[in-house]
């Protein structure tokens, strides 16, 4: 394979010396990285090929580096940031289509008066569905299901499941 080198943009700390080493050693091509900090969280930013090869298919091995840096971070601190890994701007781009889903299925619950269940998704995706309703009046949201197949129930004031979703957000 080409080079598969990272190399970091500004400063990085330990977590981002983890994830350059953990990238470098998937060997998927070369790539930069670099931190920042939002509130709680510290986001790692990955760029170039190793990131492209990183983003395709349903996003796992993104996931899984992302959990193995919370790891990682909880073990020096346990008052560490959260760690967010965020592949060549597929974040922004991941959030925008999901507040967009999460819109949809609003919409559709309080035209139908029913729940909606949407597709199973990954933790990250599910809490950026949670946040994005909680914005809107006269609906909730829980989780329902296990493992790979949980997913997001988008429920609307006066389905029966209301007050338990209500209950489950706060």
């Known amino acids: 394979m080409a080079d598969s080198k990272g190399r970091a943009q500004g ?24 931190e920042a900090s939002e509130g709680d969280f510290l986001i790692y930013q990955l760029r170039g090929p190793a990131a492209e090869a990183l983003q395709r298919g349903d996003g796992r091995a993104t996931d899984a580096l992302q959990l193995v840096a919370n790891q990682v971070s909880m073990r020096q601190s346990e008052d560490a940031p959260r760690i ?41 995706d599910r809490r950026a569905i949670h946040m994005a309703v909680r914005e809107a009046d006269g609906v909730a949201t829980m989780s329902i299901g296990e493992g790979r197949y949980r997913q997001v129930l988008v429920v609307p004031e006066g389905a029966p499941e209301y007050e338990e979703a209500l209950e489950q957000s706060s």
């Open 11 to 34: 400063k990085i700390g330990p977590i981002g010396e983890f994830l350059l080493g953990a990238v470098e050693r998937m060997k998927l091509g070369s790539f930069e990285i670099s």
């Open 84 to 124: 967010v890994v965020d592949v060549e701007g597929g974040g922004d781009e991941r959030e925008q289509t999901l507040s967009r889903l999460a819109e949809r299925a609003v919409k559709r619950a309080r035209e139908t008066g029913r729940s909606i269940a949407l597709d199973p998704m990954n933790g990250r």
